[in-house]
């Protein structure tokens, strides 16, 4: 697979090199997902994208296990095995047990279905839902 | 809107009407909301969703309220506007403030930015994802 | 709600025009459906979705009736409202039964609910179900 | 890929065992595909999709055979590679021929031609479609 | 509809406010859009996005009107009603003529009917595909 | 992977077969894409995709390079890997530099960014959008 080659460290720009590094360092491991290594044909896309991500995943208002638990679901829903399996091992690094992943995928399945009930049904939104 | 018209309490069957009944105990409010209306033309349909939902998003390894958060992800995934209402009034029951409904959009957002960067890319799973 | 005005049947061009009588001969019925009318801006492709339409949907290997519920099912997924609201009056008046409806909800539904466990679960397509 | 591991019967804990055995027998086939292997790390909910697949899948007002294409239409539009794999097996193997395959196909293909046009020109409900 | 209230200029908080007045700079009309009002609630958020959307759909290799298109498409897609709406406008703006739009929904319409196709056939990439 | 078996020369029906022809000729190669040999299982609808495809890609109010971009954005948000990697290949031999693919990268993702914003909102559609 792939559309465009993986950036081993030698091929990718200074710039984002830099990223590579900043990535390291921050995560505390040499390795670095393909993700990176793909999206580093774009080095301002790829600071941009490591930048926020930081900012938005960080701790806040929401815990940084809720917020990829969420990652998860919304990976789920797309369809995107790579986004799955990448947040999946996140979430697990930031202390997702078993049994919250079995009961995250409970969620996300019951959401699935209920969704789709809403949908074929052509449920209008009640009025008190609206702000 | 509407694949089917929403049932009244008289109009409902008696299976139908106990769920009604049920739901109306359990969350103190007397009234029921179209979603369930228009499932309750099969009464054993309703009765099956309400019964998992209650068993899905109550509490046990993720907090409620976190289980919301999930289902709105799904639901805004999805466009599936009913859901997405529904579950955004039911977080705020639960305690989602507006922080916190900011934040979660937030993760959504930079979720489906990176989920078409990787899928537009072809990045393949790294093998440390894999189980 | 629209991207383009709906043309009546004066704006539209003589070849849209044209569709309309078509239609309206092999429906028998005087109205024409909002979605045709949209498309009438471009009569080049209202003619090939019309044409293509009807050779689809006719008789064939599968019954009429299970294309109608098939595209319900598709529509439901793309959560394209009105293609769910009007393949569920195409169903119903093909012989759709209250009963066949609640029953493709389930099948939607449960359809909905194991797609997501498969791609969350990231399960690898079994050797034997490969062509 | 697989964000968790397969279980082999060995692995698996008795109630998802028992749910094994029962879909062996009832399946007159000794394999036991990859979903519920990977779905047996929540041996609850295993039980509790595999007893309703049963109940939803089975002979009612629609044909099994007719609910596995709408399976498969679902599992085609969320691009569950795993799904469209395992219901295009299970359709054939309760009489999918080649020509219903290909008019199976047709008819999504169409679907979802026509959910675009009408998603992307934005076209209102008509009034007789609502219930 | 609405999961959270438009916010006005007076209600807004300064942060947005000057979102507001540069939207309204840029794009020389005192209208600001129901998006803007309802991101609004995020101030932080709405800068990062009002600042990227320039960014991005601002000349550059690809032609402010292409991306615009590609805009419509991916909306379409996402079944994003709002989207649609928005961006076919904002392609109109930018000199997108009746037969581009009726060129633009052709071309969504094929990719839609063959995305389907790949996915329900399972068809694997070819090797020369691959980067 | 795959559903169906891909149909080698001497297993494709002669319409097919004349089908892969012309594609050989038109396109100047010998290589036929898995697609076309999956879909030669049905060669009225081989016949059909291709002679609209060369119908709708080519020239005409829109330049096929962009369509090909437009092609590309429809299947990232589909998730159909074979379709992002075979559409991603034709753009580049119809011109697509390495700095438009990044562009249009940037494009789909500020698009799906800000169509779940808009969707989690529930923005209603201005007025002023509606035609």
Not at 76 to 88: I, L, R
């Amino acid at each position: 697979m792939g559309t465009v080659p993986l950036l081993g460290d030698e091929e990718a720009a200074p710039e984002a090199r830099a990223v590579f590094d900043d990535l390291r360092a921050k995560r505390q491991t040499d390795y670095v997902n393909n993700f990176w290594r793909a999206l580093a044909h774009d080095p301002a896309q790829l600071r941009e994208v490591w930048d926020r991500a930081q900012a938005v995943m960080g701790p806040g208002a929401l815990d940084p296990l809720v917020k990829e638990l969420v990652y998860v679901a919304v990976s789920t829903v797309n369809g995107c095995a790579y986004c799955v399996h990448s947040h999946t091992a996140a979430a697990r690094s930031k202390g997702m047990t078993p049994e919250m992943h079995a009961e995250l995928l409970r969620v996300i399945a019951l959401a699935m279905q209920t969704n789709a009930l809403a949908t074929a049904l052509g449920v209008e939104v009640d009025e008190r839902f609206r702000a």
